[in-house]
Nanobody, 123 residues
């Protein structure tokens, strides 16, 4: 069983930045690919970014490419999402996901999910 706890959300002005963290309770974190998703009110859950277990390979949604960066610290069992140049349309609950197979993350079929952290971009 893997438990995931997100942190770092909050209120930020357009053009600002936030860094989200997701801490995982797992023995071998490097065995797990990780992903970030978001869900705005009235909308479906949307893929944001994913990273392989080793941290060597990443993939992003077109809507965040060039603004967001996903990274992984296997020594600290933590995955991060650095969000820059935030826009109002980035407002959502952001959740992290874990799975041994990054393909399942891309299919929104990851085995483990966090509860989410609210990000609000507003002036």
């Amino acid at each position: 069983q893997v438990q995931l706890v997100e942190s770092g959300g909050g209120l930020v002005q357009p053009g600002g930045a936030l860094r989200l963290s997701c801490a995982a309770s797992v023995r071998t974190f490097s065995n797990y690919a990780m992903g970030w998703f978001r869900q705005a009110p009235g909308k479906e859950r949307e893929f944001v970014a994913a990273i392989t277990g080793s941290g060597e390979n990443t993939v992003y949604a077109d809507s965040v490419k060039g603004r967001f960066t996903i990274s992984k610290d296997n020594a600290k069992n933590t995955v991060f999402l650095q969000m820059n140049s935030l826009k109002s349309e980035d407002t959502a609950v952001y959740s992290c996901a874990a799975d041994r197979d990054i393909i399942r993350i891309g299919l929104r079929a990851a085995d483990y999910w966090g509860q989410g952290t609210q990000v609000t971009v507003s002036s």
